[in-house]
């Protein structure tokens, strides 16, 4: 039954970009301070004071519309959107929304089959974030406070067309999406700690449809994961409200994450939208726009295309490493040091993330540099170290900045590969191990295994193990 119909999805998604500033004032871009710290008259919307507009957030706005491949718009202009609520005292709100920045963007993704699907960007806006409200319920009388630290904090604002059809795609769409806006350096978009907000308008028709029906919107998800479960939800709230010939009504509602149900917050409500008279239009265009072009980082998908053909990574190994910055950063940095890039992408993946994790660490407090990371990988590559031991190794140089020769040379981690020095270890293993070399010549071959690891276990671990068992199978034969 359910199939008999499909749900129709676009994403709005607020999104604080990381300036050093307020976007009309120069108080701190700080709203996790003590509360109302970080405030001045202009963000305190007290009357009597002139926004002055910055610089820096119109240039991270214009690099997060770059990166979701939008045509900036030669003119934008800021209005009201008039209304009145307790963390918006002035009474509104300074966005875009006859002239936004930006327009007739794209990202791409891939669903589940691998297939590709564009999914169009209406428009990117800037506005002002309004304070925030603190309830506390707790103590005699419960009081609502108002906190201005984030009153003023640059947003952009990003719309969808409702070109989403699922909760999977939806999730994946916002996924590429805070991997661009990261790439692009002008925020983090973490939905855990506030810094990227979405609402999620979801309609369902009968499928094959290609009519708009009345949508409803669904607010407070913290994690991609419930932006997924309320869109789930609720196309399934749709489907039975339509089976039971319930209309729908336009409204917003409220995802409770411990209860994973949609409710009813409000009704629909959209203020009047009047020009403001005291920001000056933006003129965004020529060498200005150039430049700021010249700034964007290339994109993890390009990068993800371009690592498989110039390093001969593998997919999985390419998608892993570009997703980061840092991460594509230092693969790349460490391959410019002579590291072999597939070496390279599986040491940083299966043992330096993880030793760093463990420590507590990041690629960027590492004392571990590209450079070094890629004279051990080097040794391993010329047989100097084994792999265990480089394992070791690494172990010591993500905790030490001494120089890679000193600690392999002091923790005497290089590799046994003197044909002599492993003659005799061989010998002597055989010598003790009389029994076990009459199984293997009667044919038992597992005989090998336990006299290749008593020959190991004489070096410490540190012979090379193909010459080792070069040697070895010679002096059975
Ligand atoms: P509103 O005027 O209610 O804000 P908009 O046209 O501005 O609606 O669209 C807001 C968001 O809702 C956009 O992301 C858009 O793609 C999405 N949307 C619009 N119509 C529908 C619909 N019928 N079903 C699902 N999403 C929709
Ligand atoms: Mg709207
Ligand atoms: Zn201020």
């Given at each position: 039954?359910?199939?008999?119909?499909?749900?129709?999805?676009?994403?709005?998604?607020?999104?604080?970009?990381?300036?050093?500033?307020?976007?009309?004032?120069?108080?701190?871009?700080?709203?996790?301070?003590?509360?109302?710290?970080?405030?001045?008259?202009?963000?305190?919307?007290?009357?009597?004071?002139?926004?002055?507009?910055?610089?820096?957030?119109?240039?991270?706005?214009?690099?997060?519309?770059?990166?979701?491949?939008?045509?900036?718009?030669?003119?934008?202009?800021?209005?009201?959107?008039?209304?009145?609520?307790?963390?918006?005292?002035?009474?509104?709100?300074?966005?875009?929304?006859?002239?936004?920045?930006?327009?007739?963007?794209?990202?791409?993704?891939?669903?589940?089959?691998?297939?590709?699907?564009?999914?169009?960007?209406?428009?990117?806006?800037?506005?002002?974030?309004?304070?925030?409200?603190?309830?506390?319920?707790?103590?005699?009388?419960?009081?609502?406070?108002?906190?201005?630290?984030?009153?003023?904090?640059?947003?952009?604002?990003?719309?969808?067309?409702?070109?989403?059809?699922?909760?999977?795609?939806?999730?994946?769409?916002?996924?590429?999406?805070?991997?661009?806006?990261?790439?692009?350096?002008?925020?983090?978009?973490?939905?855990?700690?506030?810094?990227?907000?979405?609402?999620?308008?979801?309609?369902?028709?009968?499928?094959?449809?290609?009519?708009?029906?009345?949508?409803?919107?669904?607010?407070?998800?913290?994690?991609?994961?419930?932006?997924?479960?309320?869109?789930?939800?609720?196309?399934?709230?749709?489907?039975?409200?339509?089976?039971?010939?319930?209309?729908?009504?336009?409204?917003?509602?409220?995802?409770?994450?411990?209860?994973?149900?949609?409710?009813?917050?409000?009704?629909?409500?959209?203020?009047?939208?009047?020009?403001?008279?005291?920001?000056?239009?933006?003129?965004?265009?020529?060498?200005?726009?150039?430049?700021?072009?010249?700034?964007?980082?290339?994109?993890?998908?390009?990068?993800?295309?371009?690592?498989?053909k110039d390093y001969g990574l593998t997919r999985e190994?390419?998608?892993?490493?570009?997703?980061?910055?840092?991460?594509?950063?230092?693969?790349?940095?460490?391959?410019?040091?002579?590291?072999p890039p597939r070496l390279a992408a599986q040491w940083?993946?299966?043992?330096?993330?993880?030793?760093?994790?463990?420590?507590?660490?990041?690629?960027?407090?590492?004392?571990?540099?590209?450079?070094?990371?890629?004279?051990?990988?080097?040794?391993?590559?010329?047989?100097?170290?084994?792999?265990?031991?480089?394992?070791?190794?690494?172990?010591?140089?993500?905790?030490?900045?001494?120089?890679?020769?000193?600690?392999?040379?002091?923790?005497?981690?290089?590799?046994?590969?003197?044909?002599?020095?492993?003659?005799?270890?061989?010998?002597?293993?055989?010598?003790?191990?009389?029994?076990?070399?009459?199984?293997?010549r009667k044919g038992a071959s597992k005989a090998l295994?336990?006299?290749?690891?008593?020959?190991?276990?004489?070096?410490?671990?540190?012979?090379?193990?193909?010459?080792?068992?070069?040697?070895?199978?010679?002096?059975?034969?």
């Amino acid at each position: 039954m359910k199939n008999d119909y499909e749900a129709v999805i676009g994403l709005e998604i607020h999104v604080q970009l990381n300036c050093e500033t307020k976007m009309f004032c120069a108080c701190p871009n700080r709203p996790g301070d003590e509360p109302n710290r970080n405030t001045c008259p202009i963000c305190l919307w007290l009357p009597g004071n002139l926004p002055r507009f910055s610089e820096e957030a119109l240039e991270k706005a214009i690099l997060a519309s770059l990166a979701l491949e939008c045509e900036i718009q030669e003119e934008s202009a800021f209005d009201q959107k008039v209304y009145y609520y307790p963390d918006l005292p002035k009474g509104y709100q300074l966005s875009q929304f006859h002239m936004p920045l930006a327009k007739y963007g794209c990202l791409t993704i891939a669903d589940e089959s691998g297939a590709k699907r564009e999914i169009r960007i209406r428009k990117v806006h800037m506005e002002e974030d309004v304070a925030r409200l603190v309830h506390e319920n707790e103590g005699r009388t419960p009081v609502s406070l108002v906190d201005f630290n984030r009153a003023g904090v640059p947003l952009v604002e990003i719309v969808t067309e409702p070109d989403l059809c699922n909760p999977g795609d939806a999730m994946e769409f916002l996924k590429a999406l805070i991997r661009r806006i990261r790439t692009s350096g002008s925020s983090e978009c973490s939905m855990e700690q506030g810094t990227m907000r979405v609402d999620a308008n979801v309609s369902i028709r009968p499928r094959g449809s290609d009519e708009l029906n009345s949508k409803v919107e669904i607010k407070n998800m913290n994690s991609i994961r419930n932006v997924g479960d309320a869109i789930a939800y609720e196309i399934r709230r749709q489907v039975n409200c339509f089976r039971t010939g319930e209309p729908i009504v336009i409204h917003t509602r409220l995802w409770d994450p411990e209860k994973r149900v949609t409710s009813p917050m409000r009704g629909k409500f959209e203020g009047p939208c009047v020009p403001d008279p005291s920001v000056p239009r933006i003129v965004v265009a020529g060498e200005y726009l150039q430049r700021i072009r010249n700034l964007l980082p290339e994109m993890p998908e390009m990068k993800a295309e371009r690592f498989v053909k110039d390093y001969g990574l593998t997919r999985e190994e390419s998608l892993m490493l570009s997703a980061e910055r840092g991460l594509s950063e230092y693969f790349e940095a460490a391959v410019s040091c002579d590291a072999p890039p597939r070496l390279a992408a599986q040491w940083i993946s299966a043992h330096l993330l993880p030793t760093l994790k463990e420590r507590g660490e990041t690629l960027s407090t590492s004392l571990l540099t590209p450079e070094r990371f890629a004279g051990l990988l080097l040794m391993l590559e010329h047989d100097e170290i084994n792999s265990s031991t480089a394992k070791e190794v690494l172990k010591r140089i993500v905790e030490s900045d001494a120089p890679l020769g000193e600690i392999v040379e002091q923790g005497g981690y290089r590799q046994v590969s003197s044909v002599e020095e492993l003659e005799v270890i061989v010998d002597r293993v055989l010598e003790e191990n009389i029994s076990a070399v009459e199984n293997y010549r009667k044919g038992a071959s597992k005989a090998l295994g336990f006299l290749m690891g008593q020959a190991m276990q004489a070096t410490k671990g540190k012979a090379n193990p193909l010459r080792l068992k070069e040697i070895m199978m010679r002096k059975l034969e």
